[in-house]
């Protein structure tokens, strides 16, 4: 939802306003619902839709929450499913997109890291005297000259 402010002869920002946000009282989200308000108390009861509470204790809706009882309202009527058979339905799309939202977020942790390793990141290998060397990707380390030393090695008797 989109709201304009005036301010004298301009207008400010564009503001988004959180659709978990509860603003609506009882009987301005029963009318946006298009139910009656003891309906909106009975689906609270048994635990349908949950709204906020403000500082009176009384009931504050948001549109996230007006949207879930009209869902209520379609599957109870459209489509003939109890109100056991919606809490269950709801429950299931809230958990949906919690995993959603942490899909979301693994996702881009896996596409910074990609783009970290396509930066040109090092590759740590074994360097010829036996430390560890950083090389770019796909190249190996640096061998030394080669030497025409003569090594002799003889075994110790026992």
Request: no cysteine; proline share 8%; hydrophobic share 40%.
């Amino acid at each position: 939802m989109w709201a304009r402010a005036p301010v004298g002869d301009e207008v400010a920002e564009d503001y988004t306003l959180d659709p978990d946000a509860p603003i609506f009282v009882i009987s301005v989200a029963a009318q946006l619902a298009g139910m009656h308000p003891q309906t909106l108390r009975q689906y609270d009861r048994l635990g349908l839709v949950s709204p906020g509470r403000a500082a009176g204790r009384g009931r504050r809706y948001s549109a996230r929450d007006v949207a879930s009882l009209r869902e209520v309202q379609r599957l109870s009527q459209e489509e003939g499913v109890n109100l056991a058979g919606i809490k269950r339905i709801l429950e299931l799309e809230y958990e949906v997109r919690g995993l959603r939202e942490q899909l979301a977020v693994v996702l881009e942790e896996l596409a910074e890291l990609r783009s970290r390793l396509r930066s040109g990141n090092r590759v740590f290998a074994a360097g010829p005297a036996g430390d560890i060397v950083a090389v770019p990707p796909g190249q190996r380390p640096q061998r030394p000259p080669t030497s025409t030393a003569l090594v002799v090695w003889r075994p110790r008797p026992r």
